[in-house]
């Protein structure tokens, strides 16, 4: 493994955990709810579930990537784009981790984020599962796939 230290940018990496981190205690603590994006956003699948917070919650989601692609299209180091996957393999992206997401009873944010700081089981195994699987499908692409991705 090559680190390229002239672009290894690790305090933008660190600023997103802290921001991730604050906003779940801030709503645990304003409101007594877990900061997990799949419970939040099946809320509104749920009756009564237009609450004021999951709007604002969705809001910001949609908001946060359209407003870096507005302020800044390219990776600041480097210039270039912050993704080059074409829009089928976003598609299955999306479609697989919302299949992980139902079949683990939750999300990386809501596991990874929360329930491991509440010292959850189940989400030690969710996060174990998860990225182990991240790991071997990337070992998969860039090692026998030849993919660069």
């Known amino acids: ?82 993704s080059t996957a074409d829009f089928p393999r976003l598609i299955v992206a999306g479609l697989l981790v919302g299949i992980g997401t139902r079949l683990a009873n939750g999300c990386t944010s809501g596991h990874g984020v929360c329930g491991l700081a509440r010292l959850s089981p189940r989400s030690l195994w969710a996060v174990a599962v998860f990225m182990g699987t991240a790991g071997l499908v990337v070992f998969a692409l860039r090692h026998l796939a030849g993919d660069s991705a």
């Open 1 to 82: 493994m090559h680190i390229d230290w002239q672009t290894f940018t690790p305090w933008s990496a660190l600023l997103g955990g802290l921001l991730i981190g604050a906003a779940a205690v801030v709503l645990m603590w304003s409101s007594g709810r877990i900061a997990g994006i799949s419970g939040i956003l099946a809320g509104f699948a749920r009756r009564g579930g237009f609450s004021a917070w999951r709007v604002a919650f969705a809001a910001g989601l949609l908001a946060a990537p359209w407003l870096l692609g507005v302020l800044a299209p390219r990776l600041p180091l480097t210039g270039e784009p912050w």
